[in-house]
C-alpha cells in the first residue's frame, strides 16, 4: 500500500499521484480555463514577499552572534587553557567590527577649504544648470521650426483647386526638394 497523508483540509491523499497533484493545481490556480481566479490572485498578492531590510540585517547580526557564542563554546569543551586566547581573539574581532571608520581618508578640513569647495560646488551645479536650459531652450527652437514646416506643409498639401483637384504646384515641390536632399546625402 502506498503511503497516504492528510492535507489541510483533512482529504486524504497519495503521494506521487499525477493526476491528483494536477488537479490540485489547477484547482489552485483557478480552474481549467486557464487564468487565476481573484480568490487565488488575492491569496497570492497578500503573502508577504519576503525582502525586508531590517529584517535581514537582524538575522546577519543574528548568525554573527551564534557564530561568536559558538566558537566560545567549542573552546569551552576543549579546555579552558585555550580559553582565554580565543576569548580575547573574540572581543577584539567584534571591537574592530564596532569601530571600523566608515570613510578611511577622513582629513580635517578647514573653514576656508570648506567655502572654496562649497563655492565651487554651487558654481559648478549653476553652470550645469545654464547647460541644461541652454539645451532645453535649443531644443524647443528646433522643435517649433520643426513643428512650423511641417504645418506649412500639410497647408500646401491640403489646397484645391475650385473644382476639388489638389493643387499639384506644391506636391511636385515637395518631391522635387526630397530627391535633392536625398542626392545630397
Do not use: C
Not at 493526476?19 to 480568490?39: I, V
Not at 562649497?118 to 520643426?146: H, T
Not at 483637384?165 to 511636385?172: A, D, E, S
Request: zero cysteines; proline letters at 2%; a positive charge.
Amino acid at each position: 500500500m502506498k503511503a497516504r497523508e492528510r492535507d489541510e483540509r483533512g482529504d486524504e491523499k497519495k503521494r506521487g499521484n499525477w493526476s491528483y497533484n494536477k488537479k490540485k493545481s489547477e484547482q489552485r490556480l483557478g480552474g481549467k480555463k486557464g487564468g487565476l481566479s481573484l480568490e487565488a490572485f488575492s491569496r497570492v498578492k497578500s503573502m508577504p514577499s519576503g525582502f525586508n531590510p531590517s529584517i535581514i540585517k537582524k538575522q546577519r547580526e543574528f548568525y554573527k552572534n551564534a557564530k561568536l557564542v559558538s566558537k566560545y563554546k567549542k573552546s569551552q569543551k576543549h579546555g579552558s587553557h585555550h580559553t582565554d586566547r580565543l576569548t580575547t581573539q573574540i572581543h577584539k574581532e567584534v571591537e574592530n567590527e564596532e569601530t571600523k571608520p566608515k570613510h578611511n581618508k577622513k582629513r580635517r578640513q578647514t573653514l576656508e577649504s570648506l567655502k572654496e569647495e562649497s563655492e565651487r560646488k554651487r558654481e559648478e551645479k549653476v553652470r550645469e544648470r545654464l547647460e541644461r536650459e541652454a539645451m532645453i531652450k535649443a531644443r524647443n527652437e528646433e522643435r517649433e521650426k520643426a513643428e512650423g514646416k511641417r504645418k506649412v506643409l500639410k497647408e500646401n498639401m491640403f489646397k484645391k483647386t475650385r473644382s476639388g483637384q489638389p493643387v499639384m504646384k506644391y506636391r511636385i515641390e515637395h518631391i522635387l526638394d526630397r530627391l535633392l536632399e536625398s542626392k545630397n546625402k
